[in-house]
């Protein structure tokens, strides 16, 4: 079946680390999209890509980084220039990147909690 | 800059009833798409309904439909005939051109619980 896959589905850190969050997707979707979920808020954008090899910073980039090196993968490093990490990290990815049409598709997420 | 307004952090409604949830957005893109999505307790998000902002009549998904009203600037979704399932967060979304591609934003959502 087809879909997208985050892991891990759980991750605990310690302070001054950094952790890379893994998001596949076997939709053949060109776009791809990480956001950041707080306890009882809406999602927030932190990157996202449009085609291999290329991506934008969305409305909350600072602490984070992103590759795009393959059309499939996005991976997502939180890293200690992050001040709250402590969040649930949701990846997405949709087609017609060239239209506003395409719903989002969602992983399971990931929930983050530094120590 | 984009932005998407819900301004009903919760509501409730009697199983078998309609209910609203309300929707506001800015935009000064000509051509955008409104989305909604819903949230359950396992936090996994799911595609409810899509409206184009050049479709001249109002989405329908089965007991999802969107009161798209360009001039207001809203796309309340209402949902028909409550279930005690349609218990979740529910977002409302927009998809528009922002500089280097297309994006899409979310309002803060709104919390449903059906009462039996």
């Known amino acids: 079946d087809g879909g997208i896959t985050q892991s891990p589905k759980y991750l605990f850190r310690k302070e001054g680390q950094n952790v890379t969050l893994s998001c596949e997707q076997n939709?053949?979707?060109?776009?791809m999209y990480w956001y950041r979920q707080d306890p009882g808020q809406g999602l927030r954008l932190i990157y996202y890509?449009?085609?291999?090899?290329?991506?934008q910073k969305g409305d909350i980039a600072e602490g984070y980084s992103v590759s795009r090196e393959k059309k499939e993968s996005f991976p997502l490093t939180v890293t200690s220039a992050q001040k709250n990490p402590t969040a649930f990290y949701l990846c997405?990815?949709?087609?017609?990147?060239?239209?506003?049409?395409?719903?989002?598709?969602f992983g399971e997420g990931s929930r983050l909690t530094v120590l | 800059a984009q932005k998407i307004t819900q301004t009903q952090p919760g509501m409730f409604v009697q199983e078998k009833e309609a209910v609203t949830l309300d929707c506001t957005y800015d935009?000064?893109?000509?051509?955008?798409?409104l989305f909604w999505y819903k949230q359950p307790s396992s936090g996994e998000m799911i595609f409810l309904i899509y409206?184009?902002?050049?479709?001249?009549q109002n989405a329908t998904e089965g007991r999802y439909s969107l009161n798209f009203q360009k001039a207001r600037k809203s796309a309340n979704l209402v949902i028909s005939a409550s279930q005690l399932g349609d218990s979740a967060m529910y977002f409302c979304?927009?998809?528009?051109?922002?500089?280097?591609?297309?994006?899409?934003?979310f309002g803060a959502g709104t919390r449903l619980f059906v009462k039996a």
């Open positions: 939709l053949n979707h060109d776009a």
């Open positions: 979304a927009m998809r528009g051109i922002n500089g280097g591609g297309f994006k899409t934003i």
């Open positions: 935009t000064s893109d000509p051509s955008y798409g």
């Open positions: 997405a990815s949709s087609t017609g990147y060239l239209a506003n049409t395409g719903e989002l598709f």
């Open positions: 409206q184009g902002s050049y479709d001249q």
């Open positions: 890509s449009q085609i291999v090899n290329d991506f």
